[in-house]
């Protein structure tokens, strides 16, 4: 997998190494809340949050540049993952899925097998 950050931003990959979105621990989406609460707080404005109406704390923080402008950071960043449909791993898991169950492993041969079928692209497009 790319490391675009290590270049230009090496604490930031070494957070992204240490602590990912799945892991127990803080995690990125805690430590972007924290940050984003502390810009909010920072000129007071977190405070006067509290006194808008419920229907309008949304159109409340759009507007906040300096919220918006760390968000938007962030989320410019981030790009789509997908796996595409692949013959070859699919025709791998199944006969995998197969070895698996020949060895009477009915978990490992399940899950296998439904990879298979995720992956294997539409009949007549291999």
């Not at 962030?74 to 199944?94: M, N, T």
Request: charged content about 25%; glycine content about 6%; hydrophobic content about 40%.
């Amino acid at each position: 997998m790319p490391r675009i950050y290590e270049e230009t931003d090496p604490n930031y990959a070494a957070s992204c190494s240490n602590v990912t979105l799945c892991s127990n621990s803080k995690g990125f989406f805690k430590g972007l809340g924290e940050e984003l609460v502390s810009m909010a707080e920072a000129d007071g404005w977190l405070d006067q949050l509290e006194a808008v109406h419920d229907s309008k704390k949304v159109a409340a923080v759009l507007a906040n540049e300096t919220v918006m402008g760390a968000l938007n950071e962030v989320l410019s960043r981030i790009q789509p993952l997908h796996r595409g449909k692949d013959a070859q791993v699919s025709r791998d898991r199944r006969l995998a899925a197969q070895k698996a169950l020949e060895e009477g492993d009915l978990d490992k041969a399940l899950a296998l097998a439904s990879q298979a079928v995720l992956r294997a692209p539409m009949t007549g497009n291999v």
